[in-house]
């Protein structure tokens, strides 16, 4: 009797997942003009993301789509699939993560005005040679002062450690870019994404350690979308696409 109950409850929570779950794939586009290499760098990219997200039954293929408004043209869309179903949070979760993204990542340092330079130079519009405002990411309303050199590049050269900032989870940075960042004041060094500073609660400090000559990032709040994000970076951003937008 009680082994009933309890495939009682089993098949009730997989009628539940079922019901909330569409076994039809989401499909996603990049901006128009998009080439096939990019689109496909885009759908590997994103499984990778969907793989550490937690959706390890993600798949992703390229798919050609005929463009109505225009007869002679095609692109190239990422049709995203999963065995179990995607339910309305996941599905949700796949657009975040291919939302960003991540082409560029580097390391600049922030310019501070002084007093005199405050009264000449409003935020976000005119800037002091040598330094430019940028929007921080998901405010673009609020912008920072960075030198626009140097720019430390570190695009492809992270990796992540769970135990590298000082015990604490972090990106490790690449011998290459460790030994660039070592020859700076890390003090005043900021992550900047895709042309926007990252919030501290995501990448706070800047730390070498000099026994094995290597840098981290630390990440304060382990944002599980920012860092999966960073490490597969993808060559454009991915939108959902509907019937009738492809030619748009």
Not at 41 to 58: H, I, Q, S, W
Not at 65 to 87: C, M, Q, T, Y
Not at 119 to 135: D, F, I, L, N, R
Request: neutral net charge.
């Amino acid at each position: 009797m009680l082994h009933c109950k309890h495939a009682g409850v089993v098949l009730l929570l997989l009628l539940i997942v079922a019901a909330w779950s569409d076994d039809a794939p989401l499909v996603l586009r990049g901006p128009a003009g998009a080439s096939k290499g990019d689109i496909e760098t885009c759908a590997k990219a994103l499984v990778a993301r969907c793989n550490e997200y937690g959706y390890t039954e993600v798949s992703a293929g390229v798919v050609e789509v005929a463009d109505p408004n225009a007869k002679a043209r095609k692109s190239w869309h990422v049709e995203v699939s999963s065995r179990l179903g995607i339910n309305p949070k996941m599905r949700g979760a796949i657009l975040a993560l291919g939302a960003t993204p991540c082409k560029r990542v580097a390391l600049r340092f922030r310019r501070t005005l002084s007093e005199h330079e405050s009264e000449q130079y409003e935020p976000g519009k005119s800037a002091p040679k040598g330094a430019s405002w940028v929007a921080k990411l998901g405010d673009p309303n609020q912008v920072m002062l960075v030198m626009e050199s140097p720019v430390i590049d570190l695009a492809g050269r992270l990796v992540w450690a769970e135990r590298g900032f000082a015990g604490s989870p972090a990106f490790e940075c690449s011998e290459a870019a460790s030994k660039s960042i070592a020859s700076q004041d890390v003090s005043n060094a900021v992550l900047v994404v895709d042309e926007m500073v990252v919030p501290c609660e995501y990448a706070s400090q800047v730390f070498y350690n000099g026994n094995i000559k290597r840098a981290y990032v630390s990440s304060g709040a382990a944002d599980d979308n920012f860092r999966s994000s960073v490490l597969h970076p993808m060559p454009c951003a991915l939108t959902e696409s509907k019937e009738g937008e492809e030619g748009k």
